[in-house]
């Protein structure tokens, strides 16, 4: 049974372009986080989804990022026109649909230049 | 609005020593409490979690932490460290096993041999 994958590991993107991190979450698991990690900090909560639902975005920046999480495939983050503060490392977790704690995954780190 | 406070931001044991790394929070209601180790380079790895029961949680690696409510804390401990412990701590609290964690800044934690 395969963790949370998340893909790329490492994305570059230069200023105003747009970044694309997907996470496919664990088998069974219905529910997806994300979480951003700036250099030297803790993660951040950014967004709660499950299938097809925005549950909480309470911590996403009002521009430029967008997310879901559709009825097949992974759930993706988005990030148009990437800025410098951009950079960091975006982790997602999943959990089961009776809780009982989430899954990290690797995380992917973004690069802006 | 909940939070997590890590007042020690590097710590440096000798190999074979205690530890015990600090954690207090702020949560308006019972809070569900975790510890994440992580790795340079990589994503979260779940130490041990409290939800309710027994204040002495058992997690994995040989780790404990003692809730103690009335002093809003977390603290983590080890009897012996091993220099493969040589990482970043993260303490957490959330409203439940399938919601938003707040995290701490953390505690890298360096193992002299």
Known sequence: NAGVMQNPRHLVRRRGQEARLRCSPMKGHSHVYWYRQLPEEGLKFMVYLQKENIIDESGMPKERFSAEFPKEGPSILRIQQVVRGDSAAYFCASSPPSGAGYTFGSGTRLTVV | AQSVTQPD?????????????????????????????????????????????????????????????????FNLRKPSVHWSDAAEYFCAVGAGTASKLTFGTGTRLQVTL
Do not use: M
């Open chain 2, 9 to 73: 931001i590097h710590i440096t044991v000798s190999e074979g020593a205690s530890l015990e790394l600090r954690c207090n929070y702020s949560y308006g209601a019972t809070p569900y409490l975790f510890w994440y180790v992580q790795s340079p380079g990589q994503g979260l790895q779940l130490l041990l979690k409290y939800f309710s029961g027994d204040t002495l949680v058992q997690g994995i690696k040989g780790f404990e932490a003692e809730f103690k409510r009335s002093q809003s804390s």
